[in-house]
Each structure stands twice: as C-alpha cells, then as structure tokens.
C-alpha cells in the first residue's frame, strides 16, 4: 500500500523552498527552480532555488566573511552551538524523519532511526571541539623548543548525496564546525528539504550567519560542484557520492592544491564461512543487504556463502525476505520502501535479467511492482550466481542479493579483493585465527566481523582503493578539518637567571 497522503509538519515553518546563505532564506538570482518529488507517489513534494555559478560564489563570499572571527572563537564555545543544534534536532525529530520519508521514501522507522544517527554527530563533534590538541616535540637542537598546533583548513565545500538526506550533511558540518571552519553544503538535488530543515535549526541554535550556507541545484549541479572545487577560497572539499563524480572532482580541485575527503563507491564483499552462527550470520546479511531497500554504500552487494553451508543460508535467508513489507513509508508495518527514482529501478532490473540469463535461480522476488508505483521492486533473491554476471562487478544499490558459493578462505579473500573499490566488507566466523587473518587480509577501510551494520559516529568511516580517502566520523573526522603549523622557538637554552 502507498500512502495517499503525508502526515503534517508539527512546525510547517521548517519546511524550506529557498536557500540559506549569510543567515537568510534566498531564492536564485535567476528565479529559476527545480521540482522534487515523492518516490512512492511520483507526486510534487515543493520547488527549491536552482542556484548557479554566481549564487554559489555568493554563498562562498559569506562563509569567507565569517570565518576571521568564527576561526577565533574558542573550542567550548562552538561545542555549546553544536550541542544546541543537536538538542533542536532531537526535539525536531518527528519532523525530519517525515521530511526524510516523503522525499526519499525511506520507512518512517527507518527514517526516525537516520534522524537519530544524524544528531548524534553534532553530539560527538560538539565533545571533540575543545579536545582540539597539538603536540610539543623533542627538537634535535638544545636551543630550540618545537611545537604543533591544529588550526581550522578554511572555508570548506561540502557536497552530499541523497540516500542519508540528514546524516551525510552532520557527518561533515559537525567536525567543519567544530575545526573552527566555515561552510557551503550543496544538497543533493533529490532530497534537498531535510537539509534545508537542518538550515532551520542551525539559525534557531544560533550559528553565526554565514557559518553554515546551504544551497540546492538539480540541472546545475555539475556548475555548482565545479564553482566549488575551482575555487581560490574553498580549500577544502569533502564529497560522498559516486567514484566516477569524485575523480571529476578531484581533477577540478588540482590547480587550487585544496585538501580533500571522498567517500565514494562500495560494492563491498559479504562472507559467510561454514563455522559461523548460521542464525547471526542470516540476520547479518539481512541487515546488511537490504538496508534503506539497498541504496547504501556499505550494504552488501556480493554475498558469499561457503559451500558446506550455502543451501541451508539461502533457504534462510529467503525466508525471512518473504516476510518483507513493501510500501509507501508512511504506512503501518512497511519495512521497504521504494528506491529513489527510474534510473536506479532500470538498474536494479538489468542486473536480475543478467543474472537469470546467465543461469542464476531468483528464489524469491525478482520483478516490478507497479502496483505500488513506478519505483517499487520486489526484495530478490537469487543463488547459482556466476563471476561472469554483472553483479559480480557492478554495485547494484537494490533490493537484490545473489548469493555466490565458495570453498576455500583464500578463494573467498581473493575474490573479495578483486574489486577496484574497497569500502567495506563483512564476513562472519567463530574461529578466532581466522578472524584475525580475514579482517587483515580484506582490502577495504571498514570490516565488520559477526555483524552487518558498521555506521558509528565514534567510528572511523572511509575507504580505500576506488572508494576514495580521509575518514568521517571519530576522533579522526575532525582532523580532516584541520591543518598542523609547527611553531619553534629559538634562543630557549640560556641558563637561569641570578637575581
């Protein structure tokens, strides 16, 4: 079932169709909008600005003029603005979950629990801004006294996707902030109004205005991200998205030398060997897999079972995506709601006719549900998978798992390495040794071992390989944020002075 309609705002006021830059509401200077729409109904959610080249410049200029007396304000005064905004979130959570729901289409639990997640980050960072430290060193010289400090980059462009409309926006304000640095958040085009609510709740914490400037396009987004990255003022950039946006991204920032974080594609490995917890192991891939309908970058997408146990998993593991709810997310009961648009449904398809080409079995699943809507696909199940079929290779950010079978740790770790990409990988087992060797041997940035959910504001997130570098989150997340000046002083071996 679809919802028919959408549940009311508690506060319509943090319902936003226009940009925030220098501390208020701004439409283009064009005029010119884009349209949102709700992925379960297809229906108009509101219009945001379409901002260009010149309106992101503006955005630039007002976060360049804040961060002189920003930069100099102490650590335990940003951590009370960023324990402000997170109590407003807290108490604004029902109404950014809805937001979340109607425009990404996530279940409403789902999207309570992201609202949650996304808060606990300006948490974390308002407790990490006065633990800001350098270091003394040890100089070679007995003359000198050597010493380090972190001062905020600058400027920071931040450039977020659509699948975590509020966590990927504090994941990367919440440390920028607390570094001392000022920002300009473009938000993805898909979801721009949870963003846009956060905006709200950063001018009622009292932030400074242009600290936080949050802008949207749709059509211009690659102007924008470029005005971003050519920027003489923007010295660093931090993206999540794909890892072929992020190289263009890359290639743009080079003639300014900015610093750098990007979060890019998974395609992570799933690994279920023969001594695990077969029960544990079911409901690790469950949660891993199907997560947000698949649309994460750290779900599983090649799911490897050892043979001795390969058929009893896959009847396990069907059976409980059979009980699976598929639905409008406001709706009592839905577990998974639709994916974000046409374009991930095209994929989603290609990639099980591959697979049933190519002689996998769909146990379960496997087809539209036009019933429901455009953007609505049954949870899949597939076994018998095959390296020649595109899921083998290709991330298929979807409701699909294939389930591929091994027999040996060294095959399985080979294969797992064998992608370009190296953001997260899973693997359950009870054998200690094995737990050790596995977790080393996997080339990616994050292992979950007897788990499938990693994400932790106290965690280090990031990746390896094709899936980018710098971390999010954690005592390292702030860092990303900042540069070391080392400062040394001379003449410090006088003796004492007589009186």
Not at 69 to 75: A, E, H
Not at 174 to 199: D, Q, R
Request: proline fraction near 5%; hydrophobic fraction near 40%.
């Amino acid at each position: 079932m679809v919802h028919s309609t959408v549940p009311p705002l508690n506060d319509p006021s943090l319902f936003k169709q226009e940009c925030y830059v220098n501390g208020e509401w701004v439409k283009a200077k064009s005029g010119k909008t884009f349209e949102v729409f709700d992925p379960s109904t297809g229906k108009l959610v509101g219009t945001c600005p379409e901002f260009n080249k010149a309106d992101t410049e503006n955005a630039i200029e007002a976060a360049a003029a804040a961060l002189p007396s920003f930069r100099k304000t102490t650590g335990r005064e940003r951590s009370r603005m960023l324990r402000k905004w997170y109590n407003l979130m807290i108490e604004n959570a029902e109404d950014i979950a809805r937001l979340i729901t109607w425009e990404n289409g996530k279940p409403f639990a789902d999207a309570r629990g992201e609202v949650a997640y996304a808060a606990n980050f300006f948490e974390w960072f308002s407790e990490e801004a006065p633990r800001i430290y350098g270091e003394n060193i040890q100089s070679s010289f007995p003359g000198n006294r050597v010493f380090t400090r972190r001062e905020p980059v600058g400027v920071c462009g931040l450039i977020t996707p659509w699948n975590f409309p509020a966590a990927m926006i504090t994941r990367k304000v919440g440390p920028a902030l607390a570094a001392g640095c000022t920002i300009v958040a473009k938000s993805p085009g898909e979801t721009p109004f949870t963003s846009l609510a956060i905006a709200e709740l950063a001018h009622r914490a009292g932030i400074p205005k242009g600290v936080v400037n949050f802008i949207t396009a749709m059509d211009n987004t690659a102007e924008v991200g470029e005005t971003l990255t050519k920027s003489e003022t923007i010295r660093k950039v931090s993206f999540t998205g794909s890892t072929g946006v992020g190289k263009l991204l890359m290639k743009q920032s080079a003639d300014t030398l900015k610093k750098l974080s990007f979060e890019l594609g998974g395609n992570a490995p799933f690994i279920v060997f023969d001594d695990a917890d077969l029960e544990s192991a079911v409901n690790g891939a469950i949660a891993s897999k199907f997560r947000s309908s698949g649309q994460t970058c750290v779900c599983a997408n090649r799911i490897y079972i050892q043979k001795g146990i390969y058929d009893a998993f896959a009847a396990q593991f069907a059976e409980k995506v059979k009980s699976f709810k598929v639905g409008g997310g406001y709706e009592d009961g839905i577990t998974h709601g639709p994916l974000i648009h046409g374009r991930a449904i095209s994929k989603v398809e290609s990639h099980v006719r591959d697979a049933e080409k190519k002689g996998g079995k769909v146990l379960i699943g496997g087809q539209k549900m036009p019933e429901l809507g455009d953007n609505f696909f049954q949870p899949t199940v597939i076994t018998q998978m095959s390296m020649d079929m595109q899921m083998a290779s290709e991330e298929t950010f979807g409701p699909v798992a294939g389930l591929f079978s091994f027999e040996t740790e060294n095959e399985v770790v080979e294969l797992a390495n064998q992608a370009d990409v190296g953001l997260a990988g899973y693997f359950f087992s009870n054998d200690l040794s094995r737990v050790y060797r596995v977790a080393e041997a996997l080339d990616v940035g994050m292992v979950g071992v007897n788990t499938g959910l990693i994400s932790d504001c106290a965690s280090p997130f990031g990746g390896v390989k094709n899936s980018g570098f710098g971390r999010e989150g954690s005592k390292y997340g702030v860092e990303e944020y900042t540069v070391v000046k080392t400062i040394t002083l001379g003449g410090m071996d006088r003796p004492l002075g007589g009186s």
